[in-house]
């Protein structure tokens, strides 16, 4: 027995390629290595061709939370309104960031099993003309939903806010376009759909996001949550720069290898694996009679089906039968989530039709075992119909 699962179907980390496992076990290089520079400065392009931006991209070292804080924190004057939009537990949680740097809070939400209306988002632009800034889960993960960024982003542009965009887990699954989109500030994570390691925070930030930094009473300098220290020390004049700290030298390489893994897929391809992972694992749960925790099929996220647990079975259970007796990882309940549904993971290296087969196979026996009437083969049938 591993000391680990064998496979890791979660809602990420998720498993590294070998190719990525290698990069990440080379030696440890000096962050002022011109070597170091170069593979740095060839990472920044290659995130900007994955954002799709003609802007700046930093890269902030720590998991991906920390580029969301650091958004709210760099951006957020104390009485400024914000704007929350909030279709999940991401969403919800940004709130905390919003009132912890002194921001006046306007939410709009929806029942989690749906997504944010852009309808209502030009409503409370109306009713808050003075709204600031404006916050958006793009894929939620906990509820296995995507909200349309592209239609909510224009909105806030339009009105003069800047928007911070939460694409973690849609990256590399679903289409991101920063320009066209008129995204202020996204927020992406390595470990999800990208199959690389969780110690980066790559972000992409506008112009517009620069001058709101600029123009706080007190800008953020010279604080590990600074954005403005990577554009005023680093993506300044080259002979003049330097990192404002030491930066994550094995998780940068191991970052670049997987971004070349990605333009060597192609993105495109990359996202219609995603999709077609996604689509193959809701027909696999439909197809054994379970429910799918969103509304519908066409607001479903491309890197996690979401399921209500079935009557009568714990999901806790389940998950712990799939670890122990199967060697699969799937995930929980996130937070409020908790016990109300399981996460079919298909993201990255496990975006694999084979893998969501097994997948389904494997949980259609735990259920089975833990005395849910399935029939079995119901729920793989129907998956290997749409592959
Ligand atoms: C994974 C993920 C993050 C990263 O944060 P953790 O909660 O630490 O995993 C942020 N936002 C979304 C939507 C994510 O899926």
Redesign the pocket.
């Known amino acids: 027995m591993s000391e680990h699962a064998l496979f890791n179907l979660s809602a990420?980390p998720v498993q590294a390629t070998a190719r990525t496992l290698r990069s990440l076990s080379k030696q440890i290089m000096y962050h002022n290595d011109p070597e170091f520079i170069r593979i740095f400065d060839e990472t920044t392009e290659k995130l900007q061709r994955l954002f799709k931006t003609k802007g700046d991209v930093i890269i902030m070292q720590g998991?991906?939370?920390l580029g969301?804080e650091a958004a709210a924190m760099s951006t957020i004057e104390p009485g400024d309104k914000c704007l929350n939009l909030v279709s999940g537990i991401?969403g919800h949680l940004y709130a905390y960031y919003i009132e912890a740097y002194g921001g006046r809070l306007v939410e709009v939400r929806t029942d989690y099993r749906k997504v944010i209306d852009p309808a209502d988002v030009e409503k409370a632009f109306k009713e808050h003309p003075d709204i600031k800034v404006m916050s958006v889960?793009h894929?939620?993960?906990p509820t296995g939903t995507l909200n349309p960024i592209q239609d909510i982003c224009p909105i806030a542009k339009k009105h003069g806010a800047i928007s911070i965009v939460?694409s973690?887990?849609a990256i590399g699954g679903t289409e991101v376009e920063v320009d066209e989109w008129g995204i202020d500030i996204c927020c992406i994570?390595p470990q999800?759909n990208l199959a690389s390691s969780p110690g980066l925070a790559p972000v992409s930030v506008s112009e517009a996001a620069w001058e709101k930094m600029r123009n706080k009473s007190r800008p953020v300098r010279y604080s590990y949550m600074s954005m403005l220290d990577f554009k005023e020390q680093w993506l300044c004049e080259k002979e003049k720069r330097g990192f404002p700290y030491t930066m994550f030298t094995n998780e940068v390489v191991a970052l670049n290898d997987a971004l070349d893994q990605v333009f060597e897929e192609g993105l495109d391809n990359m996202i219609a694996r995603h999709k077609t992972a996604a689509r193959i694992a809701r027909a696999g749960a439909i197809g054994m009679g379970l429910e799918l925790w969103p509304e519908s099929e066409d607001i479903c996220g491309t890197c996690a089906t979401v399921v209500k647990a079935p009557e009568g079975v714990d999901e806790v259970q389940l998950r712990r039968l799939l670890y122990d007796k199967y060697r699969i990882t799937i995930s929980g309940g996130y937070r409020d989530m908790k016990g109300k549904v399981f996460r079919m993971g298909h993201m990255g290296t496990a975006a694999e039709p084979a893998l969501v087969v097994m997948q389904i196979a494997m949980i259609e026996k735990s259920l089975h075992e833990l005395g849910y009437p399935v029939k079995l083969g119901s729920g793989v049938g129907a998956a290997l119909e749409v592959i």
């Open positions: 990420g998991e991906a939370l969301l991401y889960c894929s939620e993960t939460d973690v887990s994570g999800k």
